[in-house]
């Protein structure tokens, strides 16, 4: 049912700092931050070869990522995202196994302006999982 690994988020404090370390360090394509206020995040995309990572900064004062970010300030590993085809169907598959779909349980259109839904991390192995419909 999943298909590829969309991309890789990474938490951190600073996103200019982390988009450069990206940029200048590890010579990597870096976009320009994206403000994503509804997601309570700022975005930027690192274009790899076979997937993408994703440094987010947190955004406003309920942000999703704050609590973590005082947990592990010097960053960490957030979700990772897996692409599916359908995406209403692999929540009801995986509702049907147990799993527990964050939220009211609906997709909400992510940062690639696609269908996404995040699913609880006790049930993964203790990571946070994103799907978004490819
Ligand atoms: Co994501």
Same mark, same amino acid.
């Not at 942000?63 to 209403?88: Q, R």
């Not at 006790?122 to 978004?132: A, R, S």
């Given at each position: 049912?999943? $298909?590829?690994?969309?991309?890789?988020?990474?938490?951190?404090?600073?996103?200019?700092?982390?988009? !450069?370390?990206?940029?200048?360090?590890? $010579?990597? #394509?870096?976009?320009?931050?994206?403000?994503?206020?509804?997601?309570?995040?700022?975005?930027?995309?690192?274009?790899?070869? /076979?997937?993408?990572?994703?440094?987010? #900064?947190? +955004? %406003? =004062?309920?942000?999703?990522?704050?609590?973590? +970010?005082?947990?592990?300030? =010097?960053?960490?590993?957030?979700?990772?995202?897996? #692409? *599916?085809?359908?995406?209403?169907?692999? !929540?009801?598959?995986?509702?049907?196994?147990?799993? !527990? *779909? +964050? %939220? =009211? %349980?609906?997709?909400?259109?992510?940062?690639?302006?696609?269908?996404?839904?995040?699913?609880?991390?006790? =049930?993964? /192995?203790?990571?946070?999982?994103? +799907?978004?419909?490819?």
């Amino acid at each position: 049912m999943i $298909g590829r690994l969309n991309h890789v988020a990474i938490a951190v404090a600073n996103l200019e700092k982390a988009s !450069r370390l990206y940029r200048e360090t590890m $010579g990597a #394509e870096v976009s320009e931050p994206l403000p994503q206020p509804a997601h309570g995040v700022t975005v930027v995309f690192i274009n790899l070869p /076979n997937t993408k990572v994703e440094l987010l #900064e947190p +955004l %406003g =004062d309920n942000s999703p990522i704050a609590k973590f +970010l005082e947990k592990s300030p =010097d960053g960490g590993i957030h979700h990772i995202c897996y #692409e *599916v085809e359908d995406i209403l169907a692999a !929540r009801d598959k995986l509702k049907a196994g147990g799993a !527990r *779909v +964050l %939220g =009211d %349980g609906n997709p909400k259109i992510g940062a690639h302006g696609k269908p996404v839904l995040f699913l609880h991390p006790k =049930d993964f /192995n203790g990571t946070l999982v994103e +799907l978004e419909q490819a």
